[in-house]
Structure formats: structure tokens, C-alpha cells
């Protein structure tokens, strides 16, 4: 059974949502790295409709920005006023003028909502020739839920009965109103000028929709979703922690039949555009966000948090932080570096223990292996650079470049005043402050000469502990001559 291409996705997204107690508009709440209402629009775009239009209200001016950030080809209809659901349905109706083909309608809450639960709908409604199809759910707890009630001969459906107005057997219906529904475009813009507003809200419900179409003679059917997890709507943050949780825990389900490895997905967080290549290894405590890739063989973590990064094979990163970065084949990061954007690591390159680099591009095999920053500079292959070195790139105007060659020793404590470069196979010694070029090959010497003034202590400190200890020291050494 194949699903039918449908006229147009309308995504409802125009209430407040205040039970979240937020300035940001809950739609746009975020979860795996992704709003709530691009994940309810990734799952609309798999059903490949003739529109998308998303019915904006509430603070609409932020959600429309999102919206043409997110999908640009997303059209919006202004609910001003939130009437009901059946009104913000007709809104979008208006925007789209004259519909012919079916017309799904999902709410912009439902991040857990899949594509292939909505194909299923729209299949199901074309096969069996339904006016209006919902979609339901078989829960554990339906209390507070709309019942679906069916014909008993038929299967189809004959009403969706608020909790509240229940009889005690409907109530112990555990198929629930997810709220979602593919329908007839005509017919639906024909029964929505029929919706009445005299209930206790006072507002256009769609529900009210179909029994217009069944008392018009009109099939009423239903499509059930595999999981009950995914109608879920979100109103407060509990909810939208628990949603969280379920997403990533699928997300992590499938790389892990992929072939990934993940040690303890209970503290393994990731987001919906990271991928893996098959035996990447993923250790407990990592987060892992944006369009991250881990590849083949590589492990990252314990205690990582990657975003928007590249891990080529055989890689391994350690107690990291890094953004926007790439870090080459077999390259080894960490414990506890920090790589801002526009870092590059080359092949088997080392960046170790508190290390930071920024918009530096590092040679194969090179090694910068502590307490070191590197920013804005570029260092060729197989050097090593000594500890407590800095990169002093800023003038305290503009930003400049160091370049350091290939094959190069510097000493440990050296600053290297940008601009300035070191040729291939130069050495630095330790302590120096480098301001000059310094030719390949070279000892490059930068520092006050040494002078000791024997007997400071004993004239400066006298009586002090560091006084008797060289006190004592000087006498060992005329005994021992």
C-alpha cells in the first residue's frame, strides 16, 4: 500500500503554550537539535506534499523567522486571534485558496511525530476511501483524552468523545484523538463553513468536522500509529524532557544497529543530523550535536561534548570540547582540550592536555602536546611545539597569523608574537619571546640573559627558611670540596 502525495501539510503552530512558562514561543523549544516544529516539519516533508504551510499566531514574527531559517519553502497563514482549531485550519485553507487532493493536519508539538506514520495515514485514508481519517493510539492511561468510538460492524469511526463527556464504557476505550488527520481538501473547506462556535470555549473546533461529514454520508475512518509515544504533544518542560529522552534513545537504537558502539546510552546525548561510520565508539558522558561526524573506528569521549564536528577514522578524542572542527585520520585530542572553530588536524597530529586551539590548521603528525594556545596560525607537519607556549595573535585591534614550518623544535614558555613565521626544520629555545622571522634551519634565541647574584637571600631573607637551606647547602658543598 502506497501512500498518495498529498495537496498540502498544514501545521498548526499558533498557540502560546504558557504551561512552559517561557519568553520563547514553545514551538520553538528545542530537542536533539532540533525545534519542536522543524521536527514536526522534517516529518511532513517526507511525505514530499504539494504545500507546507504552517498556521503562525502567538509571538508569529519569531516563528516565522524560524520557519524561513529552517525550510524556506514553508508557506505561513496568520491566525490572529486563536479561535480553535478548526478556525486555524481555515486560515490555512484561505492561504492556499482551492485544494484538490487530500490535506493532512498535524499539530506543531508533536516532535516524535515520523514520516512513515504519517505515509501510513494518507495510505490508508486513499485505500479506504475515507472523507476524513484520523489518526489514534492505543495508550496505557487514556484519562483526559479524546475517545475514538467505532461502528462495530464496520470498523469506521462514529465520534471522538472528549474525556469529560465520556460514558463509563467509552472511557474505558484506551484509543485516543492524536489530533493529526489526512482529509478530502474539498470537503473539508465545505464542513468548515459549517463549524459552529456554541460551546464552552466559544472557539471552531475541528473535531466538529467530522460528524458534519459523517451525518453528510461521509466514511470516517482511522489509522493507528505502531507507538503511542509518538502522538504525544508537548506543553511543559517535564514533557519536553521525556520527549527528549525517547528521541534519543531511537536515535541512539539506530546507530547502534548501524554498527556504532555506544557504552552507556543513558549518558550519551546526540542530535538528529549526527552520523556515524560503522565501528565508531562512543564512551559514557558525550554529547555529541549538530552535524557531527564520528568516523570509522574512531572513539570519542568519556566526557566529550563535539558540535558540529568532524572525527575521521581511527581518531580518538578525549575529555574534549570542540566546535566546528575537523580532526584528522588517527589524530589524538586530549584529556581536556578545548578546539574553537576553524581548527584542522592532520593525520596522527596530537593536541594534548589543556590545549586550545582557534582557526589553526595543523600539519601531519605534529604534535602540540600541553598547556598551549594555538590561535590563527598554521604549522606544518611532524613539529613539535613546547609546553606553555602561546600564539599571541591579537594586538588588541586586529587578529594576525603565525606560521610555524615543518619539522621544527620550539622550546617550551614561548610566545610567538603574530605576524611572524618560523622556517622549516628551525628550533626556538625555551623561554623565548619570538617578534622576528626566523630562517629555516635556525636556533632562534630570545630571551635576557641569566645573572645570579650569590648571597641575595642571605642579605635580603636573613633568617628565613630559604636562608638556612642555602646556609646549609653552601656547607655540604665546602665539605665535600
Given amino acids: ?176 484523538n492524536s489530533g493529526v488527520f489526512a482529509f478530502d481538501g474539498q470537503l473539508l473547506a465545505d464542513a468548515l463553513g459549517k463549524v459552529r462556535t456554541d460551546n464552552s470555549q466559544g472557539e471552531e473546533y475541528l473535531t466538529d468536522v467530522l460528524g458534519i461529514l459523517r451525518e453528510a454520508g461521509h466514511r470516517v475512518g482511522a489509522s493507528v500509529a505502531g507507538d503511542h509515544r509518538e502522538i504525544a504533544g508537548i506543553n511543559n518542560r517535564v514533557q519536553l524532557s521525556e520527549a527528549r529522552r525517547i528521541l534519543n534513545d531511537r536515535l541512539l537504537t539506530e546507530a547502534m544497529l548501524g554498527g556504532v558502539t555506544v557504552i552507556d546510552p543513558a549518558t550519551t546525548w546526540i542530535d538528529v543530523d549526527v552520523t556515524f561510520a560503522q565501528d565508531a565508539i562512543v564512551h559514557p558522558g558525550t554529547q555529541l550535536h549538530g552535524t557531527t561526524h564520528i568516523g570509522e573506528g574512531a572513539e570519542v569521549g568519556p566526557n566529550t561534548r563535539l558540535t558540529d564536528t568532524t572525527v575521521e577514522a581511527g581518531a580518538r578524542v578525549d575529555n574534549t570540547v570542540a566546535v566546528s572542527s575537523h580532526i584528522g585520520p588517527q589524530a589524538s585530542v586530549g584529556p581536556f582540550a578545548y578546539l574553537r572553530p576553524g581548527t584542522r588536524l592532520g593525520t596522527k597530529s596530537k593536541i594534548g592536555t589543556y590545549v586550545e586551539t582557534k582557526n589553526a590548521t595543523i600539519g601531519e603528525g605534529t604534535k602540540i602536546p600541553h598547556l598551549s594556545y594555538v590561535g590563527d596560525a598554521t604549522i606544518g607537519e611532524y613539529t613539535n611545539i613546547g609546553a606553555a607556549s602561546v600564539f599571541v595573535n591579537y594586538d588588541g585591534k586586529d587578529k594576525h597569523h603565525t606560521t610555524v614550518g615543518s619539522h621544527c623544535r620550539t622550546g617550551s614558555d614561548n610566545m610567538f608574537v603574530a605576524p611572524v613565521t618560523v622556517g622549516d626544520g628551525s628550533y626556538t629555545a625555551a623561554g623565548s619571546v619570538i617578534t622576528k622571522d626566523v630562517p629555516p634551519g635556525s636556533l632562534a634565541v630570545a630571551r635576557g640573559q641569566q645573572r645570579n647574584i650569590e648571597g641575595w637571600v642571605a642579605r635580603k631573607r636573613p633568617g628565613s627558611a630559604a636562608a638556612k637551606a642555602a646556609e646549609t647547602a653552601s656547607r655540604q658543598g665546602e665539605s665535600e670540596n
Fill in 1 to 176: 500500500m502506497s501512500a498518495i502525495r498529498p495537496a498540502a501539510v498544514v501545521v498548526l503552530a499558533a498557540g502560546e503554550g504558557t504551561r512552559m512558562k517561557s519568553a520563547t514561543p514553545k514551538v520553538l523549544h528545542e530537542l536533539c537539535g532540533r525545534t519542536l516544529v522543524g521536527h514536526v516539519l522534517a516529518a511532513a516533508r517526507e511525505l514530499e506534499p504539494e504545500n507546507l504551510v504552517v498556521v503562525v499566531g502567538h509571538a508569529r514574527e519569531q516563528v516565522t523567522a524560524h520557519l524561513g531559517a529552517t525550510d524556506p519553502g514553508v508557506r505561513t497563514a496568520v491566525q490572529a486571534e486563536q479561535n480553535g482549531t478548526g478556525h486555524a485550519v481555515r486560515m490555512a485553507l484561505e492561504e492556499l485558496g482551492t485544494v484538490d487532493g487530500t490535506v493532512v493536519v498535524v499539530c506543531g508539538d508533536t516532535p516524535l511525530l515520523r514520516g512513515e506514520t504519517l505515509r501510513t495515514l494518507t495510505a490508508n485514508h486513499s485505500a479506504d476511501g475515507n472523507a476524513v481519517t484520523v489518526l489514534t493510539a492505543e495508550v496505557p492511561d487514556a484519562t483526559g483524552y479524546g475517545r475514538i468510538v467505532r461502528d462495530g460492524a464496520s470498523g469506521s469511526v462514529t465520534a471522538i468523545v472528549e474525556h469529560k463527556d465520556a460514558s463509563d464504557s467509552q472511557r474505558a476505550i484506551r484509543e485516543i
